[in-house]
């Protein structure tokens, strides 16, 4: 019954001129994180809630970029076969790849950051009025288990509050400590 009523709505909206489009991917998503997945804890064998052993945050990807060399330029915090991974990209090395044993709690300290500062709420793109030919760029991007997500950029400009240099300072601080430098 879904299907007819979708296809009728495309007819429609063909007949009209408009445009439809829909997104499977997200709408799978959300379908399956609303469904109570039960897991058994063997070392005290009471039963949990899959949601809540995990963060609500599946990806976080910060870039920031200046003037000069970096050793870490770009960062992704991600949920991957089960694991939290952690990679790391310089302005001029190749990528590196960390698996964290306490990635869920480095994924939780992020989307306090998001939820705090409302991240999700940030604008596509930032640029000031008038185009330096120098200065600084970056970009963020979070997508969250429910399907909400966020893709953000600007260059010489960013948005209102903290939440850019405070999610610059938990990944990149944590980066460096990776690489075994001081930040």
Not at 31 to 56: D, F, L, P, V, Y
Not at 84 to 102: N, Q, S
Not at 110 to 128: F, Q, R, T
Request: charged share 30%; net charge positive; aromatic share 8%.
């Amino acid at each position: 019954m879904k299907i007819f009523k979708i296809t009728i709505l495309v007819i429609v909206l063909a007949m009209v001129g408009g445009t439809f489009t829909v997104d499977a991917k997200v709408k799978k998503r959300r379908n399956t994180t609303k469904k109570e997945k039960t897991i058994t804890n063997k070392k005290n064998g009471k039963n949990m809630n899959a949601k809540s052993r995990q963060c609500g945050l599946d990806m976080v990807e910060y870039q920031y970029q200046g003037m000069m060399m970096q050793p870490v330029a770009e960062v992704r915090l991600e949920r991957k076969n089960g694991k939290v991974v952690f990679a790391v990209r310089g302005t001029t090395t190749e990528e590196k790849e960390f698996v964290l044993d306490d990635g869920d709690q480095l994924l939780k300290e992020a989307l306090a950051i998001i939820e705090e500062e409302k991240m999700l709420d940030y604008g596509v793109s930032y640029e000031p009025e008038m185009q330096p030919l120098d200065g600084y760029a970056w970009s963020f991007s979070a997508r969250l288990a429910d399907g909400r997500s966020v893709s953000s950029r600007g260059h010489n400009a960013e948005p209102g509050g903290d939440g850019l240099s405070k999610m610059q300072k938990l990944l990149f601080g944590r980066a460096y400590k990776l690489l075994g430098m001081d930040y």
